[in-house]
């Protein structure tokens, strides 16, 4: 179909001069050098706007379970009361909690001493006031009772008999861990607070003297916190929980209790429609970013391409329509974000069978890119003259009166 350039078209071109011939070559060459790199770079251009429109349609598949169509959000009519998490197998659900207690860890804090003596800031009793020697005190927690003793001896400030006194209950692993808690940075106010290791009720302790006052003088008998589950109904159902996690779905669904007011909440999940709506926009701005460079000077009659691009989208103009995709006469896509968001609010499985079901608009798009080459493998054609490989990338260089065309389809 092509005469390739360098090659004998008929006996009066071998008889020409070797001089002739290297005016030929000459002129070859200076009349392809403008376009080579041009041409290269489009080419290279193009590629990365298929694969970036083959990303982005391949978001809005149904069948993706890493899709859009496949993600879950939760909801809350109230947030500041439960807060709602789901995975990414949750299903659609409709709850209906009323929580009436959250659940706590007990805490038990004691009274605020001088970091750098032994002074209690609040009414100025100090270390001293402990009974020397060892003092033994029990914490009572699950239902047994253990001992823990320190030794009381003149061994600094209060920061360090805190710290003491800390050490010997972790130490002993008795259901509870002690922590000194710094009021501030300079560390002039310290206190020794407790806390049970079993969260909810069933982690209440107590601690009380045995021997000596230490527990006394450094108010750790006290609860600031009060062990209790969370109480909630659920869709009806009284529930009880030591944590203020509710685990629905097998763990996909997770509720954070933070208020007990004993008010309805109503919980909802569902698909992600702004999602949905940002990955529409996503693909329709590759979409036409594609179509802006098959429309340049360089690759104008790259007819396959467009081809491919435009016939998906017009065989389903007036359903993309109702849901605020239009296209233009150049073929350009644009969103109405009031009425696809309307659309997903309607019905998000509606939205998502048209773009990304079988017979979807975006599924068969990306079958037919899926018949374009996604590397240099395409061929620059003219009408008249083909070179083979000229450029030695693979492409080939060639010419016409108009310019150079891409055959996207080679």
């Known amino acids: 179909m092509y005469t390739a350039i360098g090659t004998t078209g008929s006996l009066a071109r071998n008889l020409e001069s070797p001089a002739q011939d290297r005016r030929r070559a000459n002129d070859l060459r200076n ?97 001293y006031s402990i009974t020397g020697g ?22 600094g400030a209060s920061l360090n008999r805190l710290e003491l006194i800390a050490t010997e209950i972790n130490v002993a692993n008795v ?48 609860a600031g916190l009060a062990a209790q589950d969370a109480t909630y109904a659920l869709d009806g159902a009284v529930e009880t929980s030591p944590t203020n996690t509710v685990s629905l779905q097998e763990g996909q669904v997770e509720l954070e209790l933070k208020q007990g007011l004993g008010r309805l909440v ?30 340049n000077g360089t690759l104008a009659q790259a007819k396959k391409a467009r081809e491919t691009l435009g016939e998906e989208m017009l065989a389903k103009s007036a359903e993309l329509d109702q849901i605020g995709v239009t296209q233009d006469r150049s073929g350009r896509l644009a969103v109405d974000d009031d ?33 374009l080459p996604n590397t240099g493998v395409g061929r ?6 083909l070179t083979a490989g000229g450029d030695g990338l693979g492409l080939g260089a060639a010419f016409t009166d108009s310019g150079f065309a891409l055959d996207i389809g080679a």
Request: hydrophobic share 40%.
């Open 31 to 127: 009349r392809t050098a403008p376009f080579v790199g041009g041409v290269t770079s489009a080419v290279n251009s193009l590629f990365v706007k298929l694969d970036a429109l083959k990303a982005s349609a391949g978001v809005l598949v149904a069948s993706n379970n890493e899709g859009v169509f496949s993600q879950r959000v939760g909801t809350t009519s109230e947030s500041d009361v439960i807060t709602v998490t789901v995975g990414s197998q949750a299903e659609d659900a409709s709850y209906r909690l009323v929580p009436s207690q959250v659940a706590q860890t007990q805490q038990n804090v004691g009274f605020e001493f001088g970091g750098a003596d032994e002074t209690r800031l609040a009414r100025g009793q100090n270390f």
């Open 175 to 222: 259901g509870v861990t002690a922590a000194v808690m710094h009021d501030d940075m300079t560390v002039t106010a310290v206190r020794l607070e407790i806390t049970s290791t079993i969260s909810g009720a069933s982690g209440g302790f107590t601690i009380t003297d045995s021997a000596g006052n230490s527990v006394a003088v450094t108010g750790t008998q006290t």
């Open 266 to 295: 109503e919980v909802e999940v569902a698909p992600d429609g702004p999602a949905v709506a940002s990955a529409v926009v996503n693909f329709v701005e590759d979409f036409n970013d594609l179509l802006a460079l098959l429309a």
């Open 339 to 371: 009425r696809l968001e309307t659309a997903l609010e309607d019905s998000t499985d509606a939205v998502g069978e048209l773009l990304g079901g079988e017979e979807g608009v975006v599924t068969k798009l990306i079958a037919s890119l899926g018949g």
């Open 134 to 155: 060892r003092n033994y005190f029990t914490i009572t927690s699950d239902g047994t009772a253990n001992s823990v003793s320190f030794e009381v001896t003149d061994f």
């Open 380 to 385: 620059l054609q003219a009408g008249r003259a």
